[in-house]
């Protein structure tokens, strides 16, 4: 079987780019490995308003899966609090896999070969396009947009450099008012606790650790038994992360990479759905331009548009990261001293300010905040 386009995973990144090339008269096939929806994703389901913007403007049903609207944080380090409120929203917080499902559904099908249960491995070069090997069969393909998350296959295969840390996550029955982010002990990382209802997601991230250790999930449950969560516990499971860079490795010839496979996670907070969405509707516009000029340079330009929308961004993360696990006791001391800091804190949090734009506001309100008796 030849197809112009196929898609291999069915999360937020490429539900998105199928969703753009609806309608486009183009063969295309959409390969996932979970064998219906929904299905468990280790997420923790955060959007933020940059990523629920733009998701409402392809997905407008976006609002039944969100389950609560958060306009406070709370952060801590050791005994430290610092809150940072909100006039708007901070957070619209999700359930992974009821999400994925919606987005899922509002596709029209019929548009699509949907095969479900089955996952891609390998691709081998051929004359014009690339050979999909999957466990179920070998499939031609034109051009190939690979969205199956960090733990790609092919990506693996084929060399994409990513920096990797992991995560360790759990789902509990229990009723919680506040979201939590704890920055106690962490190298680069925090632990969260995001209220849901009646189920709390709490997970904790090392952007630092090279792989996930028993110890994680001890730590886990440390950092519950202190913000006193201490429900029965009906999932929990160790997942990869990739972080962001100035030059992101995103493309090989007739193959591009999309969120998590392509490392597209903010380097920072985490944050990955709004660049695996963001990234899938890329990849479908160079994917539509391919097709009507029949030009490959139209491919390969992925690669720069993702680095022109992301790469200064995830530059500026690293430089803030920098400046705030180095000097975090200091920055908890600050922001405990000034309520501008503090909305601004939110902000960033929030994805409303750039990292450049408020490195600086940052350094134009420090010495207010010193100042201050």
């Given at each position: 079987?030849?197809?112009?386009?196929?898609?291999?995973?069915?999360?937020?990144?490429?539900?998105?780019?199928?969703?753009?090339?609806?309608?486009?008269?183009?063969?295309?096939?959409?390969?996932?490995?979970?064998?219906?929806?929904?299905?468990?994703?280790?997420?923790?389901?955060?959007?933020?308003?940059?990523?629920?913007?733009?998701?409402?403007?392809?997905?407008?049903?976006?609002?039944?899966?969100?389950?609560?609207?958060?306009?406070?944080?709370?952060?801590?380090?050791?005994?430290?609090?610092?809150?940072?409120?909100?006039?708007?929203?901070?957070?619209?917080?999700?359930?992974?896999?009821?999400?994925?499902?919606?987005?899922?559904?509002?596709?029209?099908?019929?548009?699509?070969?949907?095969?479900?249960?089955?996952?891609?491995?390998?691709?081998d070069r051929d004359i014009d396009g690339v050979i999909l090997n999957t466990t179920k069969g070998s499939y031609r393909v034109r051009v190939l947009l690979v969205a199956s998350g960090v733990n790609s296959r092919i990506a693996r295969q084929l060399g994409v450099k990513r920096e990797i840390g992991f995560t360790y996550e759990s789902y509990l029955e229990s009723r919680q008012e506040e979201l939590i982010i704890d920055f106690t002990g962490f190298k680069w990382g925090y632990y969260w606790a995001f209220p849901k209802g009646d189920v709390v997601t709490t997970g904790l991230g090392e952007f630092k650790s090279k792989k996930v250790t028993a110890?994680?999930?001890?730590?886990?449950?440390?950092?519950?038994?202190?913000?006193?969560?201490?429900?029965?516990?009906?999932?929990?499971?160790?997942?990869?992360?990739?972080?962001?860079?100035?030059?992101?490795?995103?493309?090989?010839?007739?193959?591009?990479?999309?969120?998590?496979?392509?490392?597209?996670?903010?380097?920072?907070?985490?944050?990955?759905?709004?660049?695996?969405?963001?990234?899938?509707?890329?990849?479908?516009?160079?994917?539509?331009?391919?097709?009507?000029?029949?030009?490959?340079?139209?491919?390969?330009?992925?690669?720069?548009?993702?680095?022109?929308?992301?790469?200064?961004?995830?530059?500026?993360?690293?430089?803030?990261?920098?400046?705030?696990?180095?000097?975090?006791?200091?920055?908890?001391?600050?922001?405990?001293?000034?309520?501008?800091?503090?909305?601004?804190?939110?902000?960033?949090?929030?994805?409303?300010?750039?990292?450049?734009?408020?490195?600086?506001?940052?350094?134009?309100?420090?010495?207010?905040?010193?100042?201050?008796?």
């Amino acid at each position: 079987m030849v197809y112009d386009v196929a898609v291999v995973g069915l999360g937020p990144a490429g539900v998105s780019a199928l969703k753009v090339l609806e309608d486009s008269g183009l063969k295309i096939l959409a390969v996932e490995s979970a064998p219906s929806f929904p299905r468990r994703k280790p997420c923790a389901g955060g959007l933020t308003p940059k990523a629920y913007a733009f998701l409402k403007e392809l997905f407008p049903g976006i609002d039944s899966v969100v389950r609560r609207k958060i306009d406070r944080f709370i952060l801590y380090n050791g005994d430290t609090r610092a809150f940072l409120p909100s006039d708007a929203v901070l957070t619209y917080l999700t359930q992974r896999e009821e999400l994925d499902e919606f987005l899922f559904n509002s596709l029209n099908h019929s548009q699509f070969d949907l095969h479900f249960g089955e996952t891609a491995l390998t691709v081998d070069r051929d004359i014009d396009g690339v050979i999909l090997n999957t466990t179920k069969g070998s499939y031609r393909v034109r051009v190939l947009l690979v969205a199956s998350g960090v733990n790609s296959r092919i990506a693996r295969q084929l060399g994409v450099k990513r920096e990797i840390g992991f995560t360790y996550e759990s789902y509990l029955e229990s009723r919680q008012e506040e979201l939590i982010i704890d920055f106690t002990g962490f190298k680069w990382g925090y632990y969260w606790a995001f209220p849901k209802g009646d189920v709390v997601t709490t997970g904790l991230g090392e952007f630092k650790s090279k792989k996930v250790t028993a110890s994680f999930r001890e730590l886990l449950s440390h950092f519950n038994r202190k913000h006193g969560l201490t429900g029965k516990e009906t999932w929990s499971s160790g997942f990869p992360i990739p972080a962001g860079k100035a030059r992101n490795d995103v493309y090989r010839p007739y193959v591009l990479f999309l969120g998590d496979a392509g490392g597209l996670v903010d380097p920072l907070t985490g944050e990955g759905i709004y660049y695996a969405v963001k990234s899938g509707t890329v990849a479908a516009g160079v994917v539509k331009q391919f097709f009507k000029t029949g030009e490959e340079s139209r491919l390969s330009s992925y690669e720069s548009a993702i680095n022109s929308l992301f790469g200064d961004e995830f530059k500026w993360a690293r430089r803030v990261g920098r400046l705030f696990f180095s000097l975090r006791g200091f920055n908890f001391f600050v922001l405990n001293r000034s309520l501008e800091l503090a909305q601004l804190a939110a902000d960033l949090l929030a994805g409303r300010i750039s990292y450049r734009d408020s490195f600086k506001r940052y350094l134009k309100l420090l010495p207010g905040a010193l100042l201050r008796r």
